[in-house]
């Protein structure tokens, strides 16, 4: 009974913020890597940004510099930190827990010029 929520997604203003977040259950995220993955109508789903059980973190090029993944094993929640948003960031956000290869259900992000 694994289960992600994302959370956070919206319609904001090129040049804005937003910050996603995805909420475990059934499962505790502290013993596994976490990525935030985002799928564009028409396109591929790509990964965005991937942190370790150790909290180092890698990200596309294309959001180095953006975008930051955070983790609160406490909480047992991820989050995904959003700044200077452009058009082309516009998806549907997952978050995924490595290994057991779960997916949450998505949260959308639109992004206006």
């Known amino acids: 009974q694994v289960q992600l929520v994302e959370s956070g997604g919206g319609l904001v203003q090129a040049g804005g913020s937003l910050r996603l977040s995805c909420a475990a259950s059934?499962?505790?995220?502290?013993?596994?890597?976490m990525g935030w993955y985002r799928q564009a109508p028409g396109k591929q789903r790509e990964l965005v940004a991937r942190?370790?059980?150790?909290?180092?973190?890698n990200y596309a090029d294309s959001v180095k510099g953006r975008f930051t993944i955070s983790r609160d094993n406490a909480r047992n929640t991820v989050y995904l930190q959003m700044n200077s948003l452009k058009p082309e960031d516009t998806a549907v956000y997952f978050c995924?827990?490595?290994?057991?290869?779960?997916w949450g259900q998505g949260t959308q992000v639109t992004v206006s010029s």
């Open positions: 995924k827990i490595d290994v057991v290869g779960s």
């Open positions: 059934g499962v505790l995220i502290r013993f596994y890597s």
């Open positions: 942190i370790t059980t150790g909290g180092s973190t």
